[in-house]
């Protein structure tokens, strides 16, 4: 290539405005939700990095498509678009369409969940593992000893520790265990991907102990980009072929269609299991709606066929993969430590390195994350204790990590609004030792990072 630059592979179309504040107006707006960024209205905030999630650009082709929507109730060609579409990279023998991925956990789980029941994953995302928790089985990581060292560079972090699963296994029985998981890319070990050798060898033990593999595959094409890149012999493969086998290789799956196939909603449950299907479109009419339409519009169905043929084109994820690079490395530049090395859809600080003197069960991933937003408007999202320190028998502990997720939407920000994200994080930084850490004041009894208050502790 002659230029070193890679630029946005596309133009702007129409805008949105962003609202500029000040700080104390910051100040203000946080200390009324408690110190809780979810709680913010989203026009106070400048640079909303606190999920990728439903939050990317949709193009030109995604919005045509939606004039295109059938919204016949059952049957819609709409439906017939986005199975060909799904097929097309998951050629699963069941599609069961959700209104975004928590409610395909919900069901499946529902469906092969319950007391007695443990469900392994490399890393369960808060979701995932709520939902496992939920049915009152237990959810267990198991990632490579690599991945919780946030400082240490390794190709495939988000690997699954496959000597642990054959121990697990061994242990507690594959009749225990209803599936194994595996998250590509890992959200919660740091936006990690996960080598094809990996799954091969994940699929080899699950077969042996007769178990089924399911993909939890919202970032499933930056997952295979990054095979493209770091994985030996897979260099001259398109990333549609890569998702492919990923898909050969399980039997089923659960999706966001919010994640890669850039869409504002969506998601499915798609597997191969003739009987289980049965069931899982027993619960889908209860909740979501008929199975040709699940939890969506057919106008969704739209967006999400023709998102997730964008999702998998080469310059586009060039562009992604480097662009979220380009604000991890300018980061560890400006000594802020990161999860190294820089994940597919975001870069996570390590907030309890940046801040030692802040105890984990007081929360430095939250006080990162408030004080980054007082300081520039960037909202960013804790993953650490606050999301994972209640145990199920009600006791609290340190998560594995205190981190900072600043997650990058897809097509929506440009290259100055991330070198101003970086000056923020520098300033930050700086006055690091000024930081305090926090006191929860309020806690719902599940996903208690959503509506948790929390004070200063001076
Ligand atoms: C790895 C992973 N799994 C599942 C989900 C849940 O998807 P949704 O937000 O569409 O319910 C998410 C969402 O962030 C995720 O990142």
Same mark, same amino acid.
């Given at each position: 290539m002659a230029f070193r630059t890679i630029i946005e592979p596309f133009r702007i179309h129409s805008v949105e405005p962003l609202r500029m504040t000040t700080e104390g107006e910051r100040r203000a707006a946080i200390a009324d939700v408690?110190?809780?960024?979810?709680?913010?209205?989203?026009?106070?905030?400048?640079?909303?990095?606190?999920?990728?999630s439903g939050t990317g650009a949709m193009s030109r082709d995604q919005w045509a498509a939606i004039q295109h929507g059938d919204e016949s109730y059952?049957?819609?060609?709409s439906w017939y678009v986005f199975l060909d579409a799904v097929r097309e990279l998951f050629p699963f023998r069941h599609v069961i369409p959700t209104h975004q991925g928590r409610a395909a956990e919900k069901i499946l789980f529902t469906a092969i969940g319950g007391p007695g029941k443990v469900v392994p994953n490399n890393a369960h995302f808060d979701t995932t593992r709520a939902n496992v928790e939920f049915t009152g089985a237990e959810a267990v990581d198991l990632p490579i000893?690599?991945?919780?060292? %946030?400082?240490l560079e390794h190709p495939? $972090?988000?690997?699954?520790?496959v000597d642990a699963l054959e121990r697990l296994l061994t242990e507690r029985?594959?009749?225990?265990?209803p599936a194994v998981f595996v998250t590509v890319t890992n959200n919660s070990g740091g936006g990690q991907p996960v080598s094809l050798a990996n799954l091969r060898a994940v699929r080899e033990v699950c077969s042996a102990f007769g178990v089924p593999l399911f993909l939890d595959a919202c970032r499933f094409a930056e997952n295979a980009w990054f095979i493209r890149e770091r994985?030996?012999?897979?260099?001259?493969?398109t990333v549609a072929d890569i998702v492919r086998e990923m898909a050969s290789l399980a039997d089923g799956m659960t999706m966001s269609? $919010? $994640?890669?196939?850039?869409?504002?909603i969506g998601g499915w449950l798609a597997l191969d299991d003739d009987d289980l299907a049965d069931r899982c479109r027993s619960l889908l009419v209860?909740?979501?709606?008929f199975p040709t339409y699940g939890g969506l519009a057919g106008r969704d169905l739209e967006a999400i066929a023709q998102g997730l043929h964008e999702a998998v084109g080469h310059e586009y994820l060039r562009y992604r993969i480097r662009s979220t690079a380009y604000l991890g490395d300018a980061l560890v530049h400006a000594g802020v430590p990161i999860?190294?090395?820089?994940g597919g859809h975001a870069v996570y600080i390590d907030a309890r390195e940046l801040l030692p003197h802040i105890p984990p069960l007081q929360y430095p991933g939250q006080a990162l994350a408030v004080a980054l937003y007082e300081t520039g408007g960037v909202r960013g999202c804790e993953i650490g204790t606050v999301m994972f320190?209640?145990? %199920?028998?009600g006791s609290e502990q340190p998560a594995a990590m205190d981190l900072v997720r600043l997650a990058i939407p897809r097509r929506t920000y440009t290259q100055s609004h991330i070198d101003y994200v970086i000056e923020v994080c520098a300033a930050v930084a700086e006055r690091r030792s000024e930081l305090h850490g926090l006191r929860m004041t309020f806690e719902p009894p599940a996903l208690r990072h959503f509506t948790a208050r929390f004070e200063p502790i001076r």
């Open positions: 408690g110190l809780n960024l979810f709680g913010l209205h989203a026009t106070d905030v400048l640079i909303d990095l606190l999920t990728d059952a049957g819609s060609p000893p690599e991945a919780l060292v %946030p400082s495939f $972090k988000g690997n699954m520790d029985g594959g009749d225990a265990v994985e030996p012999e897979q260099s001259d493969r269609a $919010k $994640k890669d196939p850039i869409a504002n209860l909740t979501e709606g999860v190294l090395p820089t320190g209640r145990q %199920p028998d």
